[in-house]
């Protein structure tokens, strides 16, 4: 079975500084995609940026990005110049390629900003 | 262009009761998933349906739970004779076809049950 990791209950970033979210992922499958979605106070899921396992460019959605490592199964998420709006539940998720919707999310990581 | 709407966002029951999840999808979309989150953890894949059909339920517990998608109206997640441990947020997420991938899911706002 697919298992995704974030080992960083917490994080604290400086306002418009750089903070990087740790995600690594078990499968033996070689098709399937990788989403991060935030989680604001509200509840509210937000997809935040996705990736396919099969392109090896790094995607990129202004001042976020991933820093995908297939081999080492590893998919964190870089977020430059954090804003005091970017405060919240972070999730790395999981689909199987072949699958027909089921995500696998990790933990979480509870990301505060300091003005 | 409404999105996602569960309700309600507060659900209050006392152990033995039955509680009852509403979940619009945006309009268009034929493909719904519910997810349980309980507290410190990510969300769990429970239940995912189209139209009148359950396509994978292998998330949702074999008793005491259920769900539907009906042709008409919202879809519903029951759950009967509600325990303590059923306490947890459930979000409803929908798209337009069934791959996910490329057809993005929208979330709702959850519903949060606390049995008592």
């Known amino acids: 079975a697919q298992t995704v990791t974030q080992s960083q209950p917490e994080m604290s970033v400086q306002e418009a500084e750089t903070v990087t979210l740790s995600c690594t992922y078990d499968?033996?499958?070689?098709?399937?995609?990788l989403f991060w979605y935030k989680q604001p106070p509200s509840r509210q899921m937000i997809l935040v940026i996705r990736q396919e396992a099969y392109k090896q460019q790094n995607a990129t959605e202004n001042r976020f990005s991933v820093n995908f490592q297939k081999a080492a199964k590893s998919f964190s998420l870089k977020i430059s110049d954090s804003q005091l709006g970017d405060a919240a539940m972070y999730f790395c998720?999981?689909?199987?390629?072949?699958?027909?919707?089921?995500?696998?999310f990790g933990k979480g990581t509870k990301l505060s900003v300091k003005p | 262009n409404a999105g996602v709407m569960q309700n309600p966002r507060h659900l209050v029951r006392r152990r033995g009761q039955e509680a009852r999840l509403r979940c619009s999808p945006m309009?268009?979309?034929?493909?719904v998933y519910w997810y349980r989150q309980l507290p410190e953890e990510g969300l769990k894949f429970m239940v995912y349906?189209?139209?009148?059909?359950?396509?994978?339920e292998s998330g949702m517990p074999k008793e005491r739970f259920s769900a539907e998608f009906p042709k008409e109206g919202p879809s519903i997640l029951r759950i009967q004779q509600v325990v303590r441990g059923d306490s947890a947020a459930y979000f409803c997420?929908?798209?337009?076809?069934?791959?996910?991938?490329?057809?993005?899911?929208?979330f709702g706002q959850g519903t949060r049950l606390t049995v008592v």
């Open positions: 499968t033996s499958e070689s098709d399937y995609y």
């Open positions: 309009k268009g979309h034929s493909h």
């Open positions: 349906l189209q139209k009148e059909n359950i396509i994978d």
């Open positions: 998720a999981y689909r199987s390629g072949g699958s027909q919707g089921n995500l696998i």
């Open positions: 997420a929908s798209s337009l076809q069934g791959n996910i991938m490329n057809t993005e899911a929208f």
